[in-house]
């Protein structure tokens, strides 16, 4: 179990863990749990630095094809879920660099 814990504040990602020891293929959930329980606690500290971009356009126009050339895709946290009246829900955020909403 340290050493899961040790994965996981080193940054490790979940594909990455699960290579190297085959047996938590089926702890996904846990190590995500485990993995927001962390930065959670850490950013309830601390401050990121945050950069806000609001691109705007018509459709068909780029903005999305600009980001993710940018951008690596596993770095990008895309909302798709909005709400009806509820607002964007950001429930399957885990500390993605680029947010596009």
Do not use: W
């Not at 609001?54 to 596993?74: E, L, P």
């Amino acid at each position: 179990m340290s050493a899961l814990l040790e994965d996981i504040a080193a940054g490790k990602t979940t594909t990455q863990i699960i290579r190297e020891n085959p047996k938590l293929a089926f702890r996904v959930k846990d190590i995500d749990t485990l993995r927001q329980m962390f930065l959670s606690e850490k950013y309830a500290e601390q401050n990121r630095v945050v950069e806000v971009q609001y691109i705007y356009g018509a459709t068909g126009t780029g903005k999305t094809r600009g980001i993710y050339q940018r951008h690596d895709a596993r770095d990008i946290y895309r909302v798709t879920n909005y709400q009806n009246g509820k607002g964007v829900s950001f429930d399957d955020y885990h500390g993605q660099d680029c947010d596009r909403v």
